[in-house]
């Protein structure tokens, strides 16, 4: 969720001057931009996936704060929910066997942190959002302590001026799910996998545009959030539910066009400016801290300058495919963060999404014929929200093919494209037969981990739906922790 911010209340003054200073923060940028200041050479990837915590039922427990007491690992971080916490995997170069070092890295840690939560009756769950939420798990008793979420949930109210409104209708069974919240707090319900991909300011455009187009690819072979407060609905329920539990907007704003906070985006890219630009010129402040560096002072002395306004601004926009300007070791650096995905269902089904879309991000950015110069952006965009409905199951346009199953794509053709890219990363062979093997055992079974636990509640269908999803939570837990890939589970 960004970086942390004390409790406070914002002035009318507060907010003009945030403004000036986010649009002095976005000139210093453009700056750097022409001047070529980025660490560009060898990029580095990253990982951040966002966990579940249940008790000893299958039920949600609200314990984050005593789950990392007993980890005790910097790594482990809280999020929204008292049913969060986030890990970020250090990051990594993936021709220096990265991608197994994400898997090692990720499996001891989620093992180690297991273990100590589990004293406190905390079991870790990597599952896009926890079948067994109820709706009285929705309220603002649900927040973490970390006044950030408060403020947060509190601003997005405010400029909305009316409680939030969640509205899903499920996809060919006729469930349906009407809320009316009085805060984010249904926006707890959504932990993702969040992949980082470095790369210089000449090629951002090309690996945005290149992870716009494949996220429904994503979304079609990795869902994994079928259940959402006892109802069946999207095989990733994430992406609606994310979608309304952050509009600021009121019904006549949508009207009138205001483009809504978490946001596909309406067009492909030529710059990362373009993005940052559209942040500042679409969206008004949430959190209108101010921090007192002068940023262009701090160019022209040679140092790197922190743009906190307009970092802080960014992270409260929550693009799909995320622009991201950061700071390492005192060099600037950006990178695409891609949240398209949930957590899960192993770690080894998380490092072969991974695997999917380092692989196919980086041979559609080297091609010489891009993908989106072929694709309407419309096009990308339906893709998106019909591989959220339907999951394994969705059709999606493609070009020079028209509609097909994604499934049928993923296996003919986009498998082929994911090999060279991982090969032009340098990734060994063998690891990425073996994780694009999962991508492809996915496809060829017709399960991802969204199909498993459909498939599995039938097993169930003699008792209440509730006790339903507890039980098959806990079998889903107990396969999690076997490692093995979810089409494999029986």
Not at 125 to 153: F, Q, W
Not at 372 to 382: D, L, T
Not at 458 to 479: G, M, Q
Request: charged share 25%.
């Amino acid at each position: 969720m960004g970086e942390e911010v004390d409790a406070q209340e914002f002035s009318r003054a507060d907010r003009t001057r945030y403004r000036e200073k986010v649009r002095r923060c976005l000139d210093v940028f453009a700056r750097m931009l022409r001047e070529a200041r980025f660490d560009t050479d060898d990029p580095m990837t990253g990982l951040e996936v966002e966990l579940n915590l249940v008790d000893t039922n299958g039920d949600p427990a609200l314990k984050n704060a005593e789950a990392l007491a007993a980890i005790a690992d910097p790594d482990f971080q809280t999020e929204l929910g008292q049913f969060n916490i986030e890990i970020n995997v250090p990051p990594a170069k993936l021709r220096e066997g990265g991608l197994n070092t994400f898997e090692t890295t990720l499996r001891n840690s989620l093992n180690d942190a297991d273990a100590k939560s589990s004293e406190v009756d905390a079991h870790l769950v990597m599952i896009g959002i926890l079948p067994t939420l109820a709706e009285g798990h929705m309220s603002l008793s649900s927040i973490s302590a970390n006044p950030r979420y408060k403020l947060l949930s509190e601003q997005i109210l405010a400029a909305r001026g009316e409680d939030m409104a969640i509205s899903i209708v499920g996809v060919g069974n006729h469930e349906r799910l009407d809320e009316v919240s009085d805060s984010i707090v249904p926006e707890a319900a959504c932990t993702s996998t969040q992949l980082h991909v470095q790369t210089s300011p000449d090629d951002f455009a090309n690996y945005w545009n290149a992870s716009q187009a494949i996220s429904a690819i994503q979304l079609a072979v990795g869902a994994n959030s079928p259940y959402l407060l006892g109802r069946q609905l999207w095989r990733e329920t994430r992406i609606p539910l994310f979608e309304q539990a952050t509009d600021t907007r009121s019904e006549e704003l949508k009207a009138q066009g205001v483009r809504p906070r978490v946001w596909f985006g309406e067009r492909w890219v030529t710059s990362v400016f373009d993005l940052f630009e559209e942040n500042v010129r679409y969206f008004s402040a949430l959190l209108p801290i101010t921090d007192a560096e002068d940023p262009l002072a701090v160019l022209e002395a040679g140092g790197t300058p922190k743009l906190s306004e307009l970092r802080l601004h960014n992270g409260t926009i929550y693009r799909w495919n995320r622009p991201v300007y950061d700071i390492a070791d005192g060099v600037p650096h950006l990178r695409v963060e891609n949240r398209v995905l949930a957590a899960g269902p192993t770690v080894a089904d998380t490092v072969a999404n991974a695997a999917l879309y380092y692989g196919l991000v980086r041979a559609l950015a080297d091609d010489e014929r891009p993908l989106w110069s072929q694709m309407s952006f419309s096009a990308a965009e339906e893709n998106f929200h019909v591989a959220a409905q339907h999951g394994i199951d969705a059709q999606v346009y493609w070009p020079a093919i028209g509609q097909v199953r994604a499934t049928e794509l993923v296996l003919r053709r986009l498998l082929p494209i994911a090999r060279t890219g991982l090969e032009s990363w340098g990734v060994d062979s063998a690891t990425s037969d073996r994780l694009l093997g999962i991508i492809e055992g996915r496809c060829l079974t017709g399960i991802n981990g969204a199909e498993w636990f459909v498939r599995r509640m039938s097993n169930y269908a003699d008792l209440e739906r509730f006790d339903a999803l507890r039980r098959t939570l806990l079998d889903y837990r107990e396969r999690m922790h076997t490692n093995e890939p979810v089409h494999t589970w029986d």
